[in-house]
């Protein structure tokens, strides 16, 4: 009935009288609030709500890089009511990511006074007719340039327009949005023609692979992308490409049913701080895989070799046949989780089901902390540890919970 995102943290709304469900969230690190209320007529019905963060990510400040507002010709918010969603579900660092024009949300979380929750970063969707579109992360908005500083990729062909992008002085991540996206062609995987069995494109004029991120999770979960696009991930990992994913919203219209933050891309940044967090930070920890992909559940992994750990990544060496991969899964209380899964080379080991007994008796939120044994090609593996939930009901309506950790080579 109504769906509002209060930055002061009070919000009225006008209702019927009769019971109604309210729910109060601040997105996937918090507890909820979720009761039915009684309204009369001619009153108003007061609710005091104290959320609790339960989810611990420390040095961790988690961003969705593919954003639009009114800026955008295919969506109607403004740049405020964004940030004041992106705010109430907890997203700390927000890429505005319109078609053709480059901006920046700082502005606005100035004005409303929310430094303290949240980073703007400018950037851009290259967004291409013919082969694709493509985050780029960050960009300084220049007002003596066409919408702030766009490429022109009329009439030309990737490589040349990837060339440059790498060439801008701010040094942006290059993120390949929504590799596979039929009937229109407007995914770069899709246009090049590439085959995840080859490594090789039908289209190789079109074709270029120095990109730093693939948006793996597009407003979706790993088991909707397993045989699309975490495939083609797997497929440069398992030639040794290092390429990292990311996952993002693509948020349009939010109240058209297309929230901030599922998924979000959370980084290894050294603070808890938005306030202390650069552009170059982010586009670094992106082009790094210094991260971990969250839809509801905060996974963490390293591979430990005595006194040696890596995490996302990160590369581990003289392991031996065997590595010990620990794993911890954090979920708030009312997310549902099912499975933990483990990659390794891109093959599936046996799930572990994730059940009362799997979870820390001192601390319900955390549903899985343990090692994993895992085996080692002569040459070395990748492993990806990813955690499967159930819907995210009310919060993220329709869409499921999950967790996404690319943990270390070794």
């Given amino acids: 009935m109504h769906a509002v995102f209060p930055v002061d943290g009070v919000a009225t709304v006008r209702a019927r009288p009769g019971m109604y469900r309210v729910v109060v969230s601040r997105g996937v690190e918090y507890e909820r609030f979720d009761q039915v209320v009684t309204v009369t007529a001619g009153q108003t019905t007061e609710q005091a709500v104290s959320l609790a963060r339960s989810v611990a990510t ?23 009511f964004k940030v004041e969603s992106s705010l109430g579900d907890g997203v700390e660092v927000l890429a ?7 901006a920046d949300f700082q502005p606005v979380i100035d004005e409303l006074g929310a430094q303290r929750w949240a980073r703007g970063i400018a950037s851009l969707e290259l967004t291409t007719f013919q082969w694709g579109h493509f985050g780029v992360v960050p960009l300084t908005p220049d007002p003596a340039r066409p919408n702030g500083g766009i490429f022109e990729w009329a009439n030309r062909m990737a490589p040349a327009v990837f060339a440059e992008v790498r060439a801008r002085p701010e040094n942006p991540a290059f993120i390949v949005n929504h590799p596979r996206s039929p009937p ?10 590439y085959n995840r069995a080859t490594g090789t494109a039908t289209n190789p004029g079109m074709w270029d692979d120095r990109f730093d991120a693939i948006e793996v999770f597009n407003d979706s979960d790993f088991t909707a992308n397993e045989a699309s696009t975490v495939a083609d991930w797997f497929s440069f990992l398992n030639r040794g490409r290092r390429v990292f994913a990311v996952g993002s919203s693509d948020s349009h219209k939010v109240l058209e049913g297309a929230p901030v933050g599922y998924p979000r891309t959370c980084m290894y940044l050294g603070t808890d701080d938005p306030r202390m967090v650069t552009p170059a930070a982010v586009a670094r920890a992106v082009r790094e895989g210094r991260s971990t992909i969250s839809g509801g559940v905060f996974v963490e992994a390293q591979a430990v070799n005595g006194m040696a750990t890596a995490g996302p990544g990160q590369e581990l060496t003289g392991v031996g046949p065997m590595a010990r991969v620990q794993v911890t899964a954090q979920a708030p209380r009312w997310v549902r989780v099912r499975q933990l899964r483990v990659f390794v080379d891109g093959v599936a080991m046996a799930p572990i089901a994730l059940g009362e007994a799997q979870r820390d008796p001192m601390n319900p939120v955390v549903r899985f902390r343990g090692d994993v044994m895992v085996p080692v090609a002569m040459n070395g593996s990748h492993v990806v540890v990813v955690v499967d939930g159930e819907e995210l009901d009310t919060v993220f309506p329709g869409r499921r919970a999950f967790g996404v950790v690319p943990a270390p080579t070794p």
């Fill in 58 to 80: 420390p040095n961790v400040l988690c961003g969705d890089f593919h954003i639009h507002t009114h800026r955008s010709p295919d969506s109607d918010d403004t740049a405020r």
């Fill in 96 to 102: 505005r990511s319109e078609h053709e024009y480059v």
């Fill in 184 to 193: 229109t062609s407007f995914g770069y995987f899709d246009a090049a023609g």
